[in-house]
């Protein structure tokens, strides 16, 4: 579909339920938060899939349009989710509508508005509402600029191109307050956080010559800093700042048999297709998957794949 054709399905069904992806962040949440608003200006009625692994920092935005226990929804519409496989733990059903930015999008739902060069999903809903309502209100804008922001590390991944920047920019004449969202974002983490961080850097580990950095995230480390879920945002971007790394893979252990792992890179490495062997995906610079084995074996599992796809 285009925004345009996007926007004329919107304009002519009711009843949206709107989903968001498995241990959500602030872009699936702040994209379906302000498409829910837009919906409403429009008439309809809109709420979100209650996701219960959304984190109090997140839950302080998008709570309010959270759907009450007895709406089942008419019209289901996935935000910022690249399978089914994806869904907000507990839902059961199908998807209708598919707005997503992830180019592995499986294209589970019948239609789909898919932008794989947007850095985040929440530029493509802002087209969308463009369309769909001809502005943008301040909370609507608050809630983009989120989205956009916390998917790019404050515009400081590689993802962020002209498009992203000019997105911003029109959500600050939109109203997003764009300093004080920042400064919450970004500037502020609370000590157990920094403690855990410190961990995560004694013990990273280099190959390659330093151009693939793994940290490893084990839950004696979590409960040794008192951390929560709250507290975990953009760990995966941790190991890919020391000087000279190229692939850097952050793998947090989920239970003594598996581990989450995330991957980001640097041209020419496509992180999204290493971690499809792993049943994952993602965008080529940023990617995700699950890898079976206790953390050592995941640690090995996936640097041979790195290795594997990417040759000296």
Request: charged share 25%; net charge negative; with cysteine.
């Amino acid at each position: 579909m285009t925004v345009q054709e996007c926007a004329r399905f919107l304009e002519t069904h009711d009843r949206y339920l709107l989903l968001t992806h498995t241990r959500p962040d602030g872009d699936t949440l702040c994209s379906a938060g302000a498409l829910c608003s837009a919906l409403r200006r429009r008439g309809k009625t809109a709420w979100l899939y209650p996701n219960p692994e959304t984190t109090e920092k997140y839950l302080n935005f998008v709570g309010a349009y959270f759907a009450p226990e007895e709406f089942t929804g008419d019209t289901i519409v996935s935000v910022d989710t690249a399978e089914a496989g994806m869904f907000p733990k507990g839902f059961s059903g199908k998807a209708e509508l598919a707005i997503d930015h992830h180019g592995s999008n499986s294209g589970y739902a019948p239609l789909t508005l898919v932008v794989p060069d947007r850095a985040a999903c929440g530029e493509i809903i802002l087209d969308v509402i463009r369309e769909l309502c001809g502005n943008v209100t301040k909370e609507e804008a608050d809630l983009l600029y989120v989205a956009v922001a916390t998917d790019t590390g404050c515009f400081q991944y590689m993802n962020t191109n002209a498009h992203t920047l000019r997105a911003a920019a029109e959500l600050v004449e939109y109203g997003a307050e764009n300093g004080r969202l920042n400064g919450m974002l970004f500037r502020s983490v609370p000590f157990r956080r920094i403690k855990l961080e410190s961990m995560i850097y004694r013990d990273m580990r280099f190959f390659r010559d330093g151009q693939i950095a793994v940290a490893v995230v084990t839950q004696a480390m979590l409960d040794e800093c008192g951390v929560t879920e709250n507290d975990l945002d953009d760990l995966a971007g941790l190991a890919g700042k020391p000087e000279g790394v190229i692939v850097s893979v952050t793998i947090k252990e989920k239970t003594p048999t598996e581990s989450k792992v995330s991957m980001r890179s640097r041209p020419p490495v496509n992180v999204s297709d290493i971690c499809g062997t792993f049943g994952g995906g993602g965008h080529a610079l940023a990617a995700g998957c699950h890898v079976k084995g206790d953390v050592e074996s995941a640690v090995e599992q996936v640097v041979a794949a790195i290795n594997e796809a990417w040759p000296v």
